[in-house]
């Protein structure tokens, strides 16, 4: 059974900083495009950023500049690092690992940024 383990979200006030973990097999990691996603109340969920086994990048529009996203191989772990963050960044974060047909979630973790 595939296992994403997400780790770091919280409360933070806007202008402030938050790194999102996620971690899974290696035999996943070595082969699958690893990403965050999120869903704000109401919203559909959307793609905020998206890293491939050969560490190509891509980012939703309104993250570009203020998140990165990366990888530690010897890890099997994805980070997410939001900095200046806003409060139309709140929702809650789920990891995800795509390869092909496979699509894997974790279980989500919640980002709250107060004004």
């Known amino acids: 059974q595939v296992q994403l383990v997400e780790a770091g979200g919280g409360l933070v006030q806007a202008g402030g900083s938050l790194r999102l973990s996620c971690a899974t097999s290696?035999?996943?990691?070595?082969?699958?495009?690893m990403g965050w996603y999120r869903q704000a109340p109401g919203k559909q969920r959307e793609l905020v950023a998206q890293i491939t086994i050969r560490e190509r990048t891509t980012y939703e529009d309104s993250v570009k500049g203020r998140f990165t996203i990366s990888r530690d191989n010897a890890k099997s772990t994805v980070y997410l690092q939001m900095n200046s963050l806003k409060p139309e960044d709140t929702a809650v974060y789920y990891c995800?690992?795509?390869?092909?047909?496979?699509?894997?979630w974790g279980q989500g973790t919640q980002v709250t940024v107060s004004s």
């Open positions: 290696r035999s996943i990691f070595s082969l699958y495009t």
């Open positions: 995800n690992a795509e390869w092909r047909d496979a699509n894997y």
